[in-house]
């Protein structure tokens, strides 16, 4: 199959992202080709393959531009460069050639919200306050010798970082090298726009949007008059600037594309996302990821209340049918490990089976689903013993505010909730082995491989018709034989209950109901979840009780008419 990503001349050119499965590939973690310990290109297209036998017909590539090294490619020093650790242009051609020719379609990260303070745009707007350059990015005088205002950074600190030439502040909402871009001047818009294009014509399949919600900052949250911190999200100028993108860019390819909105809500959601097509294919939304965070911050390990979970995806799923497509997912290199969160990975039967209903449970809503690498397999989290083992950025300086200056948790606390929330559970290397460094590489890994890949491993599962990956290449199997689940209403039952989590999709011609267990104990459905029906697909071997669910247990049941 010959993809053709270049169809010029009109909007709507196609929905094909509703069908779609993308598997996210964060490349430095994901497979080492040259030794080095660092995962690359080539090492993706050597497992290009191993995605196609799961079923996925999407790659979503974290990034692999050419960057300053603070936080996981997400600080761009050029847009239109490879960075060196993951290969060379000609390497990132040959993946596309080769995953196009499997059917598989390549998204990128675009990350646009800021740069690397080593972006040649960056570097020219320090130099002076006249530079022509200098407008590209949010500078503002002091407030009273200080800070010029109150916002924070969402990495802890002040947003506003010193800088000694000119004695003003620039902004960066992330670390101090991301320094955030002034998406209010046109000439940042255009320049965006005609990088955007020169990628595209290169023949990838859309994008990625990194904190597509921050660009267009309201005038107030940047003004230096020393006032507190203020929402910078979703901007008066938000909706306007995506239409513009969306006319200049997006709609002028066959492409799909996906909004990370962690500010979004339902109603915006249907904006973002309208199926007219003017803005963006789908977006990110995070209240299905916050149900278990403390109300200041998420550096907690307060346990998961389903039926605040419940309401969550109810709400998107009958809010967003028939106005706005929804994005499924569990994980991503931001989040923990969905298994060790809201599963279980005390033991292997449990890891196994919850790994499976958290799929089950995920992907037979209405939406798009992502699949984070090692999801399929479900992957753990990381016995991290300190902070001197963490690489993350977020998690080090979260650590240092709130145990060394605030003093709002004693280490052993916080790092209980680094080991549960913390971004360096995702980025551990992919387990493809039960070999030394599981297969990643043959050099030494650039982070620790998790102890538990003897056990936990693709070797071991691809071609294991009980494993975690054989039941993911299932749920794919379903989502493309059964029109129900992509266009069918979604009705929620149970919903106070605080272990099953019950629902219906139902198109007009099908009925399909989805029961599952987030809990290690039985669990008794109600009359409404016991209908009669073929089944499909469930995580036991042998058929249970109706009217009971095991534990963990998962049926995905086509109705009875």
């Not at 809010?319 to 931001?334: F, R």
Request: hydrophobic share 35%; glycine share 8%; net charge negative.
């Amino acid at each position: 199959i010959k993809l053709k990503a270049r169809m010029k001349g009109g909007r709507n050119m196609g929905d094909w992202f509703k069908r779609a499965v993308v598997y996210q590939v964060y490349p430095k973690s994901f497979m080492d080709a040259n030794g080095d310990g660092i995962g690359d290109l080539r090492g993706v297209t050597e497992k290009l393959d191993y995605i196609h036998e799961l079923g996925a017909n999407v790659i979503w590539l974290n990034p692999i531009y050419k960057n300053s090294g603070v936080d996981g490619g997400y600080d761009i020093s050029d847009y239109r460069a490879i960075a060196p650790e993951f290969g060379t242009m000609e390497d990132f051609d040959e993946l596309l050639r080769q995953a196009h020719a499997r059917g598989i379609r390549i998204i990128m990260d675009l990350v646009v919200n800021h740069t690397s303070t080593e972006h040649a745009w960056f570097k020219e707007s320090r130099a002076d306050k006249d530079n022509p350059k200098r407008d590209f990015y949010v500078w503002r005088p002091p407030f009273e010798g200080g800070v010029p205002n109150g916002e924070r950074s969402v990495f802890s600190g002040s947003a506003w970082e010193k800088d000694e030439a000119t004695g003003e502040y620039y902004l960066h909402m992330f670390a101090k090298e991301q320094a955030d871009l002034n998406w209010h001047n046109e000439q940042v818009r255009q320049s965006v726009y005609d990088m955007m294009r020169w990628w595209l014509d290169k023949g990838i399949d859309g994008f990625r949007m990194d904190v597509i919600d921050m660009i267009a900052k309201p005038e107030e949250a940047l003004a230096s008059d020393g006032g507190p911190h203020r929402n910078v999200s979703t901007g008066p100028k938000e909706h306007l600037y995506l239409r513009e993108m969306n006319r200049e860019v997006l709609s002028r390819y066959n492409m799909m594309t996906v909004g990370e909105t962690s500010s979004a809500t339902v109603e915006s959601a249907a904006d973002y996302a309208n199926l007219d097509g003017s803005e963006l294919s789908m977006i990110f939304q995070f209240q299905h990821v916050s149900v278990d965070e403390a109300p200041k911050y998420k550096w907690c390990t307060d346990p998961l209340y389903l039926p605040k979970l419940k309401r969550v995806f109810d709400k998107w799923e009958t809010g967003l049918y028939g106005k706005a497509w929804n994005s499924l997912y569990w994980n991503n290199h931001d989040q923990p490990r969905i298994v060790s969160r809201f599963g279980c990975d005390s033991d292997e039967a449990s890891r196994v089976r919850s790994a499976k209903m958290l799929g089950a449970c995920l992907h037979m809503m209405q939406g798009t689903p992502y699949i984070y690498q090692g999801e399929e397999l479900g992957m753990t989290n990381y016995p991290l013993k300190s902070i001197d083992e963490s690489l993350d950025v977020e998690s080090i300086n979260a650590y240092h505010e709130l145990v060394e200056e605030k003093h709002e948790m004693t280490p052993e606390q916080m790092m209980a909730c680094i080991r549960r929330k913390g971004r360096d559970n995702a980025r551990t290397p992919m387990q493809w082995t039960a070999e030394k460094n599981a297969g990643f590489t043959q050099g030494k890994p650039w982070m620790p491989v998790n102890p538990n890949h003897t056990v936990i491993n693709a070797q071991a599962q691809v071609g294991d018709p009980n494993s975690v990956f054989s039941f993911y290449q299932k749920l794919i199997r379903v989502r493309q034989e059964y029109d129900v689940v992509i266009d069918g209403r979604f009705e929620l039952l149970m919903p106070e209950d605080e272990q099953v989590f019950a629902y219906i999709r139902d198109d007009g011609k099908q009925r399909m109901l989805v029961i599952c267990n987030f809990s290690d104990r039985d669990a008794v459905l109600t009359a409404d979840a016991q209908m009669e029906g073929q089944i499909l697909l469930g995580n036991y071997d042998e058929e249970g009780e109706k009217r009971k669910l095991r534990p963990w247990e998962t049926r995905i049941v086509i109705l009875k008419e």
